[in-house]
């Protein structure tokens, strides 16, 4: 089993629409989890960043935690085309020999269409 | 946010010399920063883990006499590239991280080509 798994898409939604993407991790005790967009040719971007069980809102995006089932959403509402990108889901080890280094999902591709 | 800048953007060098690439937050401290490599269409590969002060900590199949990092300051951390060859060729990504809240914001990323 990854470590970090997301489903790597592609996701396709319509220009408006809720984008909805998922991610879950393994490592029961990782306390720091974060939401990175990564455009083609370019390298990642944090867009969000969350700590404690349940939602946390930043503009059109809302990250949601829930630590009992190991498992991080990201939630982009009003999705533009310009938000077509890699979303990368990623976590902060807390122990073992990656202590403290952030281990990612594989990335989820997201196309919005007009 | 937290700005993290990277130099050069783009380098291209003949096989065989070596290539520094500097890392440097601009906007807060960083007492570790992290080197990153990256093929097209594949997912980042962390390379080391750099920390101020002492010597950078090298992934499995990395090898540390070909990748020289040194980390002299809270903000700078640099990267060369020794007796470089075209499979060296690919995208090199640091990123550092904030002292206070452990987030990780990346630079824009070095084009390495080696002809």
């Known amino acids: 089993q990854k470590e970090v798994e997301q489903n790597s898409g592609p996701l396709s939604v319509p220009e408006g629409a809720i984008a909805s993407l998922n991610c879950t991790y393994s490592d029961r005790v990782s306390q720091s989890f974060f939401w990175y967009r990564q455009y083609s040719g370019k390298s990642p971007e944090l867009i969000m960043s969350?700590?404690?069980?349940g939602d946390k809102e930043d503009g059109r995006f809302t990250a949601q935690l829930n630590k009992a089932s190991q498992y991080v959403s990201l939630l982009i509402r009003d999705s533009q085309p310009s938000d077509s990108a890699t979303y990368l889901c990623?976590?902060?080890?807390?122990?073992?020999?990656?202590?403290?280094?952030?281990?990612f999902g594989q990335g989820t591709i997201l196309t919005v269409h007009p | 946010g937290a700005v993290v800048s990277q130099h050069p953007s783009w380098v291209i060098c003949k096989s065989g010399t070596s290539v520094k690439i500097e890392c440097r937050s601009l906007d807060f401290q960083a007492t570790t920063m992290f080197w990153y490599r990256q093929f097209p269409k594949q997912s980042l590969m962390l390379m080391a883990t750099?920390?101020?002060?002492?010597?950078?900590?090298?992934e499995q199949g990395v090898e540390k006499d070909k990748f020289l990092i040194n980390h002299a300051s809270l903000t700078l951390s640099t990267l060369t590239v020794t007796s470089a060859h075209p499979e060296d060729s690919s995208f090199y990504i640091c990123s550092a991280r904030d002292l206070v809240n452990y987030e990780q914001y990346f630079g824009p990323g070095t084009r390495l080509t080696v002809t």
């Open positions: 969350i700590y404690s069980n």
């Open positions: 990623a976590v902060i080890n807390a122990g073992g020999t990656s202590y403290g280094k952030l281990t």
């Open positions: 750099s920390n101020e002060g002492s010597k950078a900590t090298y």
